[in-house]
């Protein structure tokens, strides 16, 4: 991307909201956000968005950022993918894809991985997170696109050495872990209807699409949401603060079965049950 141009990104997606505005630090990029709220991400709202005219008031578009799957737990279909790079080819601006959680979209899918990077440039994907390596995210793209990033990232003093065992615990992420994502998925899914089943918990389980559960409570507004965090902490149960929205957020994966779900489950009924 060329320093004093823009990028397209969803508002909520992790890049904007978790990376410490590393676009315009390390890139030199300016970040061009669109908040599509509850709305799936789509080329309409994006192409009032893209600059390709030579104007010196305003910087070029120069990429497009997709996440898929979000990291509020949607997922984004083909046919969305597929018309999204479509009109992106027409103002010829590439497409980068943080794919963080890659295959449990492609589980959820019910696809493989590439017949979703195969409609953008570039993606990076992670090994940990659902594949449970315990550490490595792996950049794709073409050749002259990689050669590029191994300059960059020896630049930003990036290079491993010695990294034989985590490409080791990566191939077993890769080749053995995907097939238990969609009992991760499962699993979920099987949370969010316990927890739809507790009184004044707001949860649609349908919303369920990979391994992440949402929910908040008609109390939460008043509750102090840390007080939550520590109460299941005692209880050998991790959940995520409270969102911007009030929600809470668990995550199922392969060291979670169903009755570690069942005692978290009942350890959120006693939270609520004592307000």
């Keep these: 991307m060329p320093r004093g141009s823009e990028i397209i990104l969803d508002d909520s997606c992790h890049i ?6 590393a676009a315009g630090v390390i890139a030199g990029v300016q970040t061009r956000t669109i908040d599509f709220g509850n709305e799936m991400i789509s080329f309409d709202r994006i192409k009032k968005y893209i600059r390709t005219e030579d104007d ?59 017949d979703i990077t195969q409609y953008v440039d570039s993606v990076m994907f992670c090994l940990s997170k659902g594949l449970c390596s315990p550490v490595g995210s792996i950049l794709a793209g073409t050749h002259k696109f990689i050669d590029e990033a191994r300059r960059k990232r020896k630049i930003m003093g990036g290079a491993l050495r010695q990294s034989g065992v985590l490409a080791a615990a990566g191939l077993v992420a890769l080749k053995d872990m995907r097939r238990y994502l969609e009992t991760d998925h499962e699993n979920a899914q ?4 316990k927890l739809a089943e507790i ?43 409270s969102d911007a929205d009030n929600n809470f957020r668990l995550v199922t994966h392969y060291w979670v079965d169903r009755e570690h779900i069942l005692t978290a489950v009942k350890a959120i009924k006693e939270f609520y049950a004592q307000e």
């Design 190 to 193: 099987f949370m969010a209807e």
């Design 199 to 241: 009184p004044g918990i707001i949860i649609n389980p349908e919303d369920v699409q990979i391994n992440m559960v949402f929910f908040n409570h008609e109390q939460n507004e008043t509750i102090n949401s840390e007080a939550f965090v520590e109460f299941m902490k005692d209880r050998n149960v991790l959940v995520n603060n």
């Design 56 to 114: 010196m008031h305003q910087p070029k578009t120069s990429l497009i950022c997709l996440e898929n799957a979000h990291s509020n737990g949607k997922v984004i279909p083909l046919s969305v993918m597929e018309n999204i790079r479509r009109g992106a080819d027409r103002y010829h601006v590439p497409i980068h894809l943080d794919g963080a959680r890659l295959f449990n979209a492609a589980t959820a899918l019910h696809v493989q991985a590439k």
């Design 16 to 21: 904007i909201q978790h990376e410490a505005g």
